[in-house]
């Protein structure tokens, strides 16, 4: 994870939206940007970073481990239980407790080993699509 810190109106929005592929393509620039020598048309920006906006589109019914783990499972990233795990441990330490009805689907769906099911993915096409349209018309 990388802090971008700069004074007002110094082009810190800009350059991330460039650094992750999400400039208007009606812009009109100039130079390249490459990531370890490969250029934009070589691979997906979106696969290898994410751009978070100022504006909280964060689903505010989800705790810390269920939006990670919608994150996780949305990027096919890969299971990192160890971590889960650790913020399922501290969620209690703190006397957090998850939406039951959201943590019995989450226990219920994911199986350690195996990284999703066909109810899974399909809930979390639905959800994304949505998030999709919600983002679009910010």
Same mark, same amino acid.
């Given at each position: 994870m990388t802090l971008l810190l700069g004074p007002p109106s110094s082009g810190k929005s800009t350059f991330m939206r460039?650094?992750?592929?999400?400039?208007?393509?009606?812009?009109?620039?100039?130079?390249?940007?490459? %990531?370890?020598? #490969?250029?934009? =048309?070589?691979?997906?920006?979106?696969?290898?970073?994410?751009?978070?906006?100022? %504006?909280?589109? #964060?689903?505010? =019914?989800?705790?810390?481990r269920e939006t990670l783990d919608f994150s996780r499972r949305c990027l096919g990233v890969g299971a990192r239980y160890d971590m889960l795990a650790e913020l399922a441990a501290r969620e209690r330490e703190a006397g957090i407790k998850p939406d039951p009805e959201i943590d019995a689907y989450m226990k219920a769906t994911a199986v350690q080993g195996q990284e999703s099911n066909i109810v899974t993915d399909l809930t979390l096409k639905v959800r994304f699509r949505l998030f999709c349209q919600l983002y679009a018309t910010l």
């Open positions: 460039a650094l992750t592929g999400k400039l208007d393509k009606a812009l009109k620039v100039s130079g390249s940007i490459t %990531y370890c020598g #490969h250029t934009f =048309e070589e691979f997906y920006p979106e696969r290898t970073s994410a751009y978070v906006s100022q %504006y909280d589109l #964060h689903n505010a =019914e989800m705790t810390v």
